[in-house]
């Protein structure tokens, strides 16, 4: 009953409201004092009748459809409607009504470009910004503007004459002076030279243009909003472009735009000409005149290796290479260059040199790459660890590691040159991509094994949720590319390669224990010491550690396992003999009841621990 009553009571309160707008509402379209009074007898009536209702409870029916409104446009906001109520007059903001053609209707679909045309980014620029007056120097004098106009001395007189349809402005005891396409630096001078023909002596003068009268520009052709813009003469055409919403990449040029002023061609404006030299038409707007953007011309691609790469558009006569390198600006280092597209109907392809490129006739649709294929005949390595002297040494092609070291210096009670070894990053590439094979095979055998029940279903979700974790904590991780180049004292003569770095590892006392053991450490090196007591003296295991299995990764990269039971994998408990420097890596087991994807992660585990070592909980 109470719920009852006080929705009951909502509804009353919200009738009221209603009663109380359609009063204001009411009073605004009054229309004499007779019509107000009987709207505030009616409000009264009308008051007195709720608060009745809301005293007994008694039924009153006051329905919010007798309550006269105003019909307003979709979208109309109150702030904006005139005192009738009927009309939006502010703008829409983009809004589009019902029935009316959108960009999307009105466009075909086209593939988006391979690269932005050449000179796209001038329409995300402030050419849409207008001055606070609008007035230059350089401006024509057009009916409609108005000029100040100051005399003083023998004479006093002071107005503010408007140009009227004729191009003149009339000042009194003067007549008539012709001020139509007068520039506005020279309107000073031309109206007091003519004051001066009346009043010769005693007379100082002085005019001031005050406003300059707005001109309607149409803007038609490959437009993204053609139509007709206001603007004022002096603005450029970059301007009113921009208010069409900017060239169409795919079907307008940027090269041929014509400005046109009854029915002939005053101007033609190249927008590469403004970017690359800041050059653009010295025109003046005229009301009525026409800004016809052409189709686009021939167009030529760069996809790579410039510091434009972008999609040109050229004239017949700039269809050649040299043209293109003047606008492109390949990039440093760049030696070659490939070009593909049709000629005679067929496929045409070709990779030339610079200078070859510079002679090579273009045609339309070309695309051209810019690729540095310079042969590489001296390149860097670095040298990493326990040596002195430079850390990076550049070497001719064909250089071998034994090569290199021979000039390397070290100081052999502080560094370890028997156990060196080299990080390489064609390996650490070919590391990750071996890696990253386990990780889509993994994910496809947990995403399509079969299920067999509901109850198998859940666990198979749970498990998939666990491996996606892992596999992109798995992503993350960079192996190091080391290729083990020494063992027992011996150094294998390799060649190198570009960016090769040598790593001589440092003398060290310590042996490195990580993993799954309760307190990941470095421990002074024991020559009594097995695999076990290393272990012991870090925490021992933890609850997830996999005791049969521990990595023992030497200095110069060779990993062998240990195992702490009897197993398949080693000869006993901790029979290995651990050397100063190594790191022994306990690696967490898998719980095979658990997981159905036991064999790939336990591979992927090992390959990431001894890629880069680390090991994957």
Not at 471 to 480: F, G, L, Q, S, Y
Request: proline share 5%; hydrophobic share 40%.
């Amino acid at each position: 009953m109470a719920t009852s009553m006080s929705v009951f009571r909502s509804l009353l309160t919200l009738t009221s409201a209603l009663a109380t707008t359609a009063f204001l509402s009411s009073v605004v379209n009054a229309q004499s004092i007779a019509d107000l009074q009987q709207l505030r007898e009616q409000a009264q009536q009308q008051g007195n009748n709720s608060s009745s209702t809301d005293s007994t409870s008694s039924n009153v029916s006051v329905s919010p459809m007798n309550i006269p409104t105003s019909r307003t446009l979709p979208g109309a906001r109150a702030e904006s409607m005139s005192t009738n109520g009927q009309y939006n007059r502010s703008s829409r903001e983009g809004m589009v009504l019902p029935g009316e053609p959108t960009i999307e209707d009105v466009y075909p679909y086209s593939e988006p470009l391979k690269s932005p045309p050449f000179a796209a980014n001038l329409f995300i620029g402030g050419f849409e910004s207008e001055r606070a007056n609008g007035l230059n120097e350089n401006y024509l004098i057009a009916p409609g503007d108005k000029i100040s106009i100051w005399m003083w001395g023998a004479v006093n007189f002071s107005n503010v004459v408007t140009v009227d349809n004729q191009g003149n402005i009339f000042i009194p005891n003067i007549g008539p002076v012709q001020l139509a396409n007068t520039p506005a630096g020279s309107v000073n001078s031309k109206v007091t030279s003519a004051i001066k023909q009346i009043y010769t002596n005693d007379v100082n003068v002085y005019v001031n243009l005050l406003t300059s009268t707005p001109v309607a520009v149409y803007i038609t052709g490959p437009v993204i909003r053609p139509g007709q813009y206001a603007g004022l003469a002096s603005d450029s055409i970059l301007y009113y472009l921009k208010r069409a919403g900017g060239v169409d990449f795919t079907r307008g040029s940027f090269r041929n735009i014509d400005i046109r002023r009854n029915g002939e061609i005053v101007a033609t404006a190249d927008l590469y000409d403004f970017v690359r030299l800041g050059k653009l038409p010295g025109i003046s707007f005229q009301d009525g005149d026409t800004i016809v953007v052409r189709p686009v011309g021939d167009r030529i691609t760069v996809a790579d290796g410039a510091n434009n790469s972008f999609t040109f558009e050229f004239k017949k006569e700039e269809l050649i290479g040299r043209t293109l390198l003047d606008y492109a600006h390949p990039r440093d280092f760049i030696s070659h260059v490939s070009v593909a597209g049709l000629r005679n109907d067929s496929q045409f392809a070709q990779y030339l040199n610079l200078n070859e490129f510079a002679e090579i006739t273009l045609n339309a649709g070309d695309e051209v790459n810019f690729i540095n294929d310079h042969e590489a005949k001296v390149y860097q390595i670095n040298i990493e660890g326990g040596h002195s002297g430079p850390s990076k040494i550049m070497v001719d092609r064909g250089t071998r590691l034994k090569d290199v070291l021979n000039y390397v210096q070290v100081v052999p009670s502080l560094s370890n040159p028997e156990n060196v070894y080299l990080l390489r990053e064609t390996v650490a590439e070919k590391q990750k991509e071996l890696i990253e094979q386990s990780l889509q095979r993994l994910e496809r055998s947990i995403y399509t094994a079969p299920i067999s029940s509901t109850g198998e279903g859940s666990i198979r979700v749970q498990e998939a949720q666990l491996v996606s974790d892992f596999i992109a904590r798995a992503r993350d991780i960079e192996p190091e590319g080391r290729v083990i180049v020494s063992e027992n004292g011996e150094v294998a003569n390799v060649l190198l390669e570009p960016n090769d770095t040598i790593v001589i590892p440092e003398a060290t006392d310590l042996v490195q224990i990580g993993g799954e053991v309760m307190m990941p450490q470095a421990i002074v090196f024991n020559d009594d010491a097995t695999t076990a007591d290393y272990i012991a003296w870090a925490g021992g295991f933890t609850q997830r550690a996999d005791d049969e299995r521990i990595l023992i990764i030497r200095q110069n990269g060779i990993v062998e396992f240990d195992s702490i039971h009897h197993s398949l994998w080693s000869e006993g408990e901790g029979k290995l003999d651990i050397k100063p420097g190594d790191q022994v890596m306990v690696l967490p087991s898998i719980d095979v009841k658990s997981l159905q994807a036991i064999k790939d992660i336990t591979q992927i585990i090992y390959q990431i621990a001894v890629a880069a070592n680390v090991a994957v909980n």
